[in-house]
């Protein structure tokens, strides 16, 4: 059976493919896009060029129609590009009818996210989670795999031994599948454990979309060293820190990112380490007001919480993070198209709908300078020991009495 291997190297050359149809108009496919080429530099590959046609759906069999996948060929064999990246994920059809046309690697925005997990798993837990994705992904996609074997001639007799090739990898595919899943629900067992020998203290998470600076800010609040990088998915595994703030202590865990079109095998394959967040009692959601759509990132995490638990109940934190890479461009007096984020000052922006949480809800920090780190502190601490209290209020007393003190 083919061996499941990092689809990238390093160095390789990379052209991006994507549609503007109606539901996806020429400015999103262009932001989806800058985030496929960030996915693809973070997997290795080099982004030499991007294209884009316009289409009411994708062509079922190529995806981009006949004229376009011909501009393509030619602009690849002049320019030695050896691989393609689709923003959206292909049918088995359309990878085998794209690769006989263009003669090179093609992949789609799923398998690039499960190359970049595999390339960034390093525990035993994370890699069986990144596996199982992995051959989930696989399973539907073997045909393509044995082109080679395929029966020339259909009738009695003469089955080829291309589709017995294929049934024998089906069946081992889905025998590994049971044996993964069943090494997922030893280790969810395990974890669960775990969590229940850390006691009674209050669990604090760090959620949000990935690269907005969760680990950094993990660093400055527990002052240990989780690995943080400017990449897509740099942390993969789940990182538990004890953390004191004043008299109060708690659990503050650092999960994966999420992100636009996260395949669904991801999802289910990172439940068991999802569940840090179904078990948190407070929710930070770490957001880059930086990014031109932040507001549609944290509509992503949001609904992506909400099909890996029941979040609606649990108090939330919103720290806006990277206030020193905030810019904005005034638009000039004669430019009467309406505003948006970009356009507008930071100060003024405070002043949108985040004026409107309630109060106690919502910081502005910038993790990489410290800003506002004491306040975001403070937040923590407030909502943190109100969840202690409700759980052992004589333990509150005594902190109410050390405050007394500390004051005096």
């Given at each position: 059976?083919?061996?499941?291997?990092?689809?990238?190297?390093?160095?390789?050359?990379?052209?991006?493919?994507?549609?503007?149809?109606?539901?996806?108009?020429?400015?999103?496919?262009?932001?989806?896009?800058?985030?496929?080429?960030?996915?693809?530099?973070?997997?290795?590959a080099v982004v030499v060029d991007r294209f884009t046609q316009k289409l009411?759906?994708?062509?079922?069999?190529?995806?981009?129609?006949?004229?376009?996948?011909?501009?393509?060929?030619?602009?690849?064999?002049?320019?030695?590009?050896?691989?393609?990246?689709?923003?959206?994920?292909?049918?088995?059809?359309?990878?085998?009818?794209?690769?006989?046309?263009?003669?090179?690697?093609?992949?789609?925005?799923?398998?690039?996210?499960?190359?970049?997990?595999?390339?960034?798993?390093?525990?035993?837990?994370?890699?069986?989670?990144?596996?199982?994705?992995?051959?989930?992904?696989?399973?539907?996609?073997?045909?393509?795999?044995?082109?080679?074997?395929?029966?020339?001639?259909?009738?009695?007799?003469?089955?080829?031994?291309?589709?017995?090739?294929?049934?024998?990898?089906?069946?081992?595919?889905?025998?590994?599948?049971?044996?993964?899943?069943?090494?997922?629900?030893?280790?969810?067992?395990?974890?669960?454990?775990?969590?229940?020998?850390?006691?009674?203290?209050?669990?604090?998470?760090?959620?949000?979309?990935?690269?907005?600076?969760?680990?950094?800010?993990?660093?400055?609040?527990?002052?240990?060293?989780?690995?943080?990088?400017?990449?897509?998915?740099?942390?993969?595994?789940?990182?538990?820190?004890?953390?004191?703030?004043?008299?109060?202590?708690?659990?503050?865990?650092?999960?994966?990112?999420?992100?636009?079109?996260?395949?669904?095998?991801?999802?289910?394959?990172?439940?068991?380490?999802?569940?840090?967040?179904?078990?948190?009692?407070?929710?930070?959601?770490?957001?880059?007001?930086?990014?031109?759509?932040?507001?549609?990132?944290?509509?992503?995490?949001?609904?992506?919480?909400?099909?890996?638990?029941?979040?609606?109940?649990?108090?939330?934190?919103?720290?806006?993070?990277?206030?020193?890479?905030?810019?904005?461009?005034?638009?000039?007096?004669?430019?009467?198209?309406?505003?948006?984020?970009?356009?507008?000052?930071?100060?003024?922006?405070?002043?949108?709908?985040?004026?409107?949480?309630?109060?106690?809800?919502c910081v502005f920090v910038s993790a990489k300078n410290g800003t506002n780190?004491?306040?975001?502190?403070?937040?923590?601490?407030?909502?943190?020991?109100?969840?202690?209290?409700?759980?052992?209020?004589?333990?509150?007393?005594?902190?109410?009495?050390?405050?007394?003190l500390s004051e005096s």
């Amino acid at each position: 059976m083919k061996e499941f291997v990092n689809t990238l190297e390093t160095t390789e050359k990379a052209l991006l493919v994507g549609l503007i149809t109606p539901r996806q108009n020429e400015a999103k496919a262009a932001e989806y896009l800058d985030e496929l080429e960030f996915l693809a530099e973070t997997a290795g590959a080099v982004v030499v060029d991007r294209f884009t046609q316009k289409l009411e759906y994708p062509n079922p069999r190529t995806f981009v129609g006949q004229g376009k996948l011909a501009e393509i060929r030619e602009y690849c064999e002049k320019n030695e590009v050896g691989m393609i990246i689709f923003d959206d994920d292909l049918s088995t059809k359309q990878v085998a009818n794209i690769e006989k046309e263009l003669q090179i690697k093609v992949l789609d925005r799923s398998s690039l996210i499960l190359d970049i997990f595999a390339k960034r798993a390093q525990t035993a837990t994370a890699k069986t989670q990144v596996e199982l994705a992995q051959y989930q992904y696989l399973l539907p996609r073997l045909t393509r795999l044995w082109t080679h074997l395929e029966r020339q001639k259909g009738g009695i007799g003469m089955r080829g031994p291309g589709e017995t090739q294929i049934e024998t990898d089906r069946r081992i595919i889905q025998r590994r599948i049971s044996l993964l899943k069943e090494e997922l629900r030893d280790i969810d067992r395990q974890k669960t454990l775990q969590r229940k020998n850390r006691g009674k203290l209050t669990r604090v998470a760090l959620v949000g979309y990935t690269n907005v600076g969760k680990s950094t800010l993990m660093n400055l609040l527990s002052k240990s060293d989780v690995f943080a990088e400017n990449k897509l998915f740099a942390t993969l595994d789940t990182t538990v820190r004890k953390v004191t703030i004043d008299n109060l202590p708690f659990l503050l865990t650092d999960t994966v990112g999420f992100i636009r079109k996260l395949p669904t095998h991801l999802v289910e394959s990172f439940k068991s380490t999802l569940d840090e967040v179904r078990d948190a009692d407070l929710l930070i959601h770490v957001v880059d007001i930086s990014h031109p759509n932040f507001e549609e990132q944290i509509n992503v995490v949001n609904k992506t919480l909400a099909e890996i638990c029941d979040s609606g109940d649990k108090p939330v934190i919103v720290v806006f993070n990277k206030t020193d890479a905030y810019t904005h461009v005034p638009k000039a007096d004669d430019d009467l198209t309406p505003r948006t984020a970009e356009n507008i000052p930071l100060e003024e922006l405070r002043q949108t709908w985040m004026n409107r949480l309630e109060p106690g809800n919502c910081v502005f920090v910038s993790a990489k300078n410290g800003t506002n780190i004491d306040e975001l502190k403070k937040l923590i601490y407030e909502k943190a020991r109100r969840i202690h209290a409700e759980r052992f209020p004589y333990n509150d007393f005594l902190y109410q009495k050390y405050d007394d003190l500390s004051e005096s």
